[in-house]
């Protein structure tokens, strides 16, 4: 028998800390909440990125009565990116969340299906994204979705 142990990588910071750069983006994922149609979970989720083209794009999450059918602000973001420029790498995505009781003091993490769609993007372009889980008390930093999908399935292990 051998143990295998994995470590991950979390840098927690303060909004302050963040580089310029980094605090827009956390800023437009806060201010993309309010793009949110969330009639039906009233939570609220913004994601904005940045790509490698210095163009910032920005996502909501959508839902529909066929609940299925609604998409994650991560997706709507990164699927938006891809569609527009897909010649661009996603260097940094930011993410935050609210609810009723306003923006989450925790850090928000993507959904298991947003994590797999980021990390196919990630071999794609074979670039690293960067990714800030925002909350009002503090913020987390991932520096490659692998952090947060550890034995992941990609494309590679088809063959
Ligand atoms: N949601 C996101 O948009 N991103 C996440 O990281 C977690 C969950 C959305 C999906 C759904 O519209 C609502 O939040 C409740 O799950």
Redesign the pocket.
């Given at each position: 028998m051998e143990q295998i142990d994995i470590n991950i990588s979390i840098e927690s910071y303060q909004l302050d800390e963040l580089s310029p750069q980094d605090q827009e983006l956390v800023q437009a994922a806060i201010k993309a909440t309010h793009n949110a149609y969330?009639n039906y979970?009233r939570?609220y989720?913004g994601a904005a990125l940045r790509l490698e083209n210095g163009k910032m794009v920005i996502g909501a999450?959508q839902?529909n009565a066929a609940f299925p059918s609604?998409l994650?602000?991560?997706r709507t973001a990164v699927f938006a990116a891809q569609a527009n420029y897909p010649d661009s790498p996603i260097e940094t995505l930011a993410?935050a969340g609210r609810n009723e009781k306003g923006v989450l003091p925790n850090p928000?993490?993507?959904?298991g299906a947003?994590r797999q769609v980021i990390l196919e993007i990630e071999d794609r372009y074979k670039k690293p994204i960067k990714i800030l889980l925002y909350g009002t008390q503090k913020i987390y930093c991932v520096r490659s979705v692998k952090d947060l999908l550890p034995l992941s399935f990609v494309d590679d292990n088809m063959r």
């Open positions: 969330a979970s939570f989720v999450n839902e609604g994650c602000a991560e993410i928000i993490t993507p959904c947003c």
